[in-house]
Nanobody, 124 residues
C-alpha cells in the first residue's frame, strides 16, 4: 500500500504562483512513477505532470509545459508541483497519484493510488 497526503491548495489571482506538495509513504518501491492530475467541475480528470521517482525524468501535459514544474525530494519522500503564471482555466481539484508502471504514464486509470485532492482556484 502507498499513502499520499497532499497539502492544501488555495485561492490565487491570475499570474500568481502556487506550490502543491504530496507526502508519500508506504511501499514506494512498488510505484516508480508519480504524477499530478486535475479535475475541473464537469470535466474528466486530466494528466498534468509526471516524474520517474528514482531517475528524476519528467513529462508534462502541453497545457502546462513551461509554466508548471514537477519535482521530488527523495530524502523527504515528497512530491511537488510548482505552478507559475496561473490562469483561470487552471482552476480545478489537483491530485497526486502513484502508478506501478514505469515511463510516461498519463492515463488516470493506470494510477493505483491517489491523494485526497487540493482545490486550486484562480480568480481575480
Amino acid at each position: 500500500q502507498v499513502q499520499l497526503l497532499e497539502s492544501r491548495g488555495g485561492l490565487v489571482q491570475p499570474g500568481d504562483s502556487l506550490t502543491l506538495s504530496c507526502i508519500v509513504s508506504g511501499r514506494t518501491s512498488s510505484t516508480p512513477t508519480m504524477g499530478w492530475f486535475r479535475q475541473a467541475p464537469g470535466k474528466e480528470r486530466e494528466f498534468v505532470a509526471g516524474i520517474r521517482w528514482n531517475q528524476g525524468s519528467y513529462f508534462y501535459a502541453d497545457s502546462v509545459r513551461g509554466r508548471f514544474t514537477i519535482s521530488r525530494d527523495k530524502a523527504k519522500n515528497t512530491l511537488y508541483l510548482q505552478m507559475n503564471s496561473l490562469k483561470p482555466e487552471d482552476t480545478a481539484v489537483y491530485y497526486c497519484a502513484a502508478t506501478p508502471f514505469a515511463g510516461g504514464v498519463i492515463t488516470a486509470s493506470d494510477y493505483d493510488y491517489w491523494g485526497q485532492g487540493a482545490q486550486v482556484t484562480v480568480s481575480s
